[in-house]
């Protein structure tokens, strides 16, 4: 075999055997040290700094060797385009900043979804990296960002079931809470007046005055039967199915505003249908927040704004009342019930509060 199939085969092992260790973990912080290993045990690289782009720009995550004088010439290397692969050798004026660095090359860590990052190396051989070097630093840098983007798959779809198994508990929560509420619902108020007509109709049947017991049976039923239909309503609003979500929450906001006596603006303009499940839910959210501002937010001016955009239902609540910090752990069962109940039907929910500064929450939906 020539030499320069010696070299080809040396490097395609190299390749190989360094792509094969990080391919071995799913961790990323397990599959940057062991490229930093190999890096510097298999490539005999003596220093170097891996940068993991964060959303916004390149972090430095993890360095071998002295990566602070790399770290420091890093800007220099100037910005890498999204799909370029290909390593950029420094000037040897940027490579002088480095102290004693021969040459400084960086290798952007790209697949064809995204750019995760850059590797800085530095080296103080004579001649610095060949353009052999560069070529077996970019296969390798390729096959890095693969085995980083399949660390971060796996870390979101382990957070998605995470999320999950969260959901599932609330629901179970949320679940339990109105059954609760519907027992005592029916004992305390229901049952208590059922017992109240039993008694009436034994009263009558031993002799008692059967005109006054009829009258006091029939406000019983009257009240019993209001009662009925305002469980049945909170349960779910029959408005929903025969006039929509505007007409359900206009409903709402007349009846809380009679009771709390607080000034309730409401204003809409949705322009197109939603489904049954997604009008129950934003219904269900808007009921919640407007019944959080009007019993703990001491406010005197609450608004509600629901629209449509293209493909989305939008809801602001907004108050004027006592505020509060939505980090604090307790922040409520409440505001988790509305996060929950977006996060099943695919929305999400920004709350913005602060104390002494009223409370807006935003939550959108997708049609």
């Not at 064809?112 to 296969?139: C, K, M, N, W």
């Not at 988790?336 to 409370?359: N, P, Q």
Request: glycine residues 8%; neutral net charge; hydrophobic residues 45%.
């Amino acid at each position: 075999m020539s030499d320069d199939g010696k070299q080809a085969a040396g490097a395609l092992a190299t390749i190989s055997a360094v792509s094969r260790a990080v391919s071995r973990s799913l961790d990323l912080d397990e599959v940057l040290a062991i490229f930093a290993r190999e890096m510097e045990s298999r490539l005999g690289i003596p220093s170097g700094a891996i940068f993991i782009h964060d959303g916004q720009s390149e972090t430095f995550r993890l360095g071998w060797g002295e990566p602070d004088d790399l770290k420091a010439v890093t800007p220099y290397l100037g910005p890498r385009s999204g799909g370029d692969s290909s390593p950029v050798l420094a000037d040897r004026r940027v490579a002088a900043r480095a102290f004693t660095w021969s040459s400084i090359a960086a290798i952007p860590l790209v697949t064809r979804r995204r750019q995760h990052g850059v590797v800085v190396i530095g080296t103080r051989a004579p001649g610095g990296f060949s353009p052999r070097d560069l070529e077996i630093y970019r296969t390798i840098g390729r096959d890095v960002a693969i085995a980083i983007e399949n660390a971060r798959l796996f870390a979101e779809v382990s957070r998605s079931n995470q999320r999950l198994q969260d959901l599932s508990r609330e629901l179970i929560d949320v679940q339990e809470r109105e059954r609760r509420y519907l027992g005592l619902e029916l004992h305390d108020q229901i049952g208590q007046m059922l017992t109240g007509l039993k008694l009436i109709i034994e009263s009558a049947r031993n002799g008692g005055d059967v005109r006054t017991r009829l009258e006091d049976a029939e406000r019983i039923v009257a009240d019993l039967m209001q009662r009925i239909r305002a469980l049945a309503v909170e349960l779910r609003p029959p408005m929903l199915d025969d006039a929509g979500l505007v007409a359900a929450l206009a409903c709402h906001v007349q009846t809380l505003s009679a009771q709390s006596g607080l000034a309730i603006d409401f204003r809409h303009a949705v322009d197109r249908p939603a489904r049954p499940e997604i009008q129950i839910a934003a219904f269900r959210i808007a009921q919640e927040a407007l019944t959080n501002a009007a019993r703990h937010a001491r406010a005197a001016n609450i608004s509600l704004r629901v629209w449509t955009t293209a493909g989305t239902l939008l809801l602001q609540i907004a108050d004027d009342g006592a505020g509060f910090d939505p980090a604090e752990p307790t922040a409520g069962a409440g505001l988790r019930g509305i996060r929950e109940r977006a996060a099943l039907i695919g929305g999400t929910v920004s709350i913005e509060s602060s104390r002494g500064s009223g409370t807006r929450i935003i939550v959108e939906i997708p049609l």
